[in-house]
């Protein structure tokens, strides 16, 4: 993709230039296990990331470089619940299920370069 650029006037008429950064997403399914597991690593040019709950049990995902159990955690994902990680977050991503689950946890990661 080539970079393209756009002439862009403010509400006082100060004109400037404006360039969009490309954006990449991957994604990535998890297996279901119940040790903690590092989801994704720490990322200068994440800008977003979410999480799918595809299992039977709750998914306990801690943000930043952190134990995680079922009683300390940053938030908890039920079963086919969904969370949007906060926009610019580019710590670690890490997650353990409370009992022994089946399934994934599916995860999206867009990056800006």
């Given amino acids: ?6 002439d862009l006037v403010d509400i006082i008429g100060a004109q400037f230039n404006s360039s969009p950064s490309l954006s990449l997403s ?6 279901a296990a119940t040790p903690v597991a590092t989801q994704l690593l720490p990322s200068g040019v994440r800008v977003g990331a979410t999480v799918f709950n595809d299992t039977d049990k709750d998914l306990f995902v801690g943000l930043g470089n952190v134990e995680v159990s ?3 955690f940053t938030i908890r994902v ?8 906060p926009y610019n977050f580019g710590g670690q991503i890490r997650g353990v299920w409370a009992a022994s689950p089946s399934g994934f946890a599916r995860m999206t990661e867009v990056l800006a370069v």
Avoid at 1 to 6: A, I, P, S
Avoid at 26 to 31: F, T
Avoid at 78 to 85: L, M, R
Wanted: aromatic fraction near 18%; avoid cysteine.
């Fill in 70 to 72: 079922s009683t300390f």
């Fill in 1 to 6: 993709m080539g970079q393209w650029q756009t």
């Fill in 26 to 31: 991957g994604n990535l399914s998890i297996v």
């Fill in 78 to 85: 039920a079963p086919g619940g969904y969370y949007e990680v």
